[in-house]
């Protein structure tokens, strides 16, 4: 019956989590479904207590803080110029280290090599390694 005790617990902790959003009721959840596998095996109430302190707290401590910042950096969402990097591009005219044209995303852009010493011929797929000003700085694989 002590198993269904911290089942119960580890539910009414997790609705908590619902509504602060804290990232700490989720983690004395997690101590209290170790308790209620404990339980469930037979164990005492002392090793019940010591399995829920110790999966708490080392949620507590190693997988909260990773949980906030993960949360509080959201996805990497790239915009403008930046999200042209490791597109794949076609070359409109020969690209070289003094000229270069290429169509990437729909665009047009003024390409140089990333390396300069590449020769990148028209009609040639090339991938965009950087965004230098309004240049884009391409890679044609050897």
Same mark, same amino acid.
């Given at each position: 019956?002590?198993? @269904?005790?911290?089942? %119960?617990?580890? $539910? /009414? &902790? #997790?609705? !908590? ?8 009721? *989720? ?21 019940? @207590?010591?399995?829920? %302190?110790?999966? $708490? /707290? &080392? #949620?507590? !401590? ?8 993960? *949360? ?71």
């Amino acid at each position: 019956m002590a198993w @269904l005790i911290w089942l %119960v617990l580890a $539910a /009414g &902790l #997790a609705v !908590v989590e619902i509504f602060s959003l804290d990232f700490v009721f *989720i983690m004395l959840a997690a101590g209290a479904l170790a308790a209620a596998g404990g339980a469930a095996l037979g164990a005492g109430l002392p090793i019940q @207590l010591a399995l829920f %302190v110790a999966v $708490a /707290g &080392l #949620a507590l !401590v190693l997988v909260r803080p990773i949980a906030k910042r993960q *949360i509080s950096q959201g996805p990497t969402l790239r915009h403008g110029a930046a999200a042209l990097v490791g597109e794949t591009a076609k070359v409109l005219q020969r690209v070289g280290p003094e000229s270069g044209l290429v169509k990437v995303a729909g665009q047009e852009w003024t390409a140089r090599p990333f390396d300069a010493t590449q020769q990148i011929e028209i009609g040639e797929t090339v991938h965009v390694l950087k965004i230098q000003g309004a240049t884009a700085l391409v890679w044609k694989e050897p």
